[in-house]
C-alpha cells in the first residue's frame, strides 16, 4: 500500500495518513482499488506498482462502476500502461457481471 499511496500522491498530493487510510478501505463490496504491477526485478524483491485504478459502485444503476481513480507512474507514461490497467478493469468488471464503466476526466 505504501508504494501504491507514493504513486497516487505524486499526481494528486494530499497527506500519507489520509491516502493511506483511503487505500485501506478497499474491500471486495466497493470501493476498491486494483493496481498494475511489473514483474518482481529479482527473485524475492517487490513488485512495482506501475498504476492504480479504484472502482467504485454507482448508485441506483446496479450493473455500472465508476471509475473513480486511474493513474500511471509518471517515469511509465506514454508506454501502453494506462491502457492496459482500463483493459484490466474492463475484464474484472465484466468477469464480475458489470456492464458499464464510468469515467470523468
Keep these: 500500500m505504501s508504494a501504491c499511496a507514493d504513486l497516487i500522491n505524486d499526481q494528486w498530493p ?21 493496481m498494475l504491477l511489473s514483474p518482481r ?5 517487490a513488485p512495482i506498482v506501475v498504476g492504480h485504478a479504484r472502482l467504485s459502485r454507482v448508485l441506483d444503476q446496479p450493473h455500472s462502476l ?14 501502453g500502461f494506462g491502457r492496459r ?8 468488471a465484466r468477469a464480475r457481471g458489470f456492464h458499464r464503466l464510468h469515467l470523468t476526466t
Aim: glycine share 8%; net charge positive.
Design 14 to 34: 494530499r497527506s500519507r495518513a489520509s491516502r493511506l487510510h483511503s487505500l485501506g478501505q478497499s474491500s471486495d463490496a466497493f470501493p476498491l482499488c486494483l
Design 41 to 45: 526485478p529479482t527473485p524475492g524483491a
Design 66 to 79: 465508476l471509475v473513480e481513480t486511474v493513474v500511471v507512474a509518471r517515469t511509465l507514461r506514454g508506454r
Design 85 to 92: 490497467l482500463m483493459e484490466g478493469l474492463e475484464a474484472f
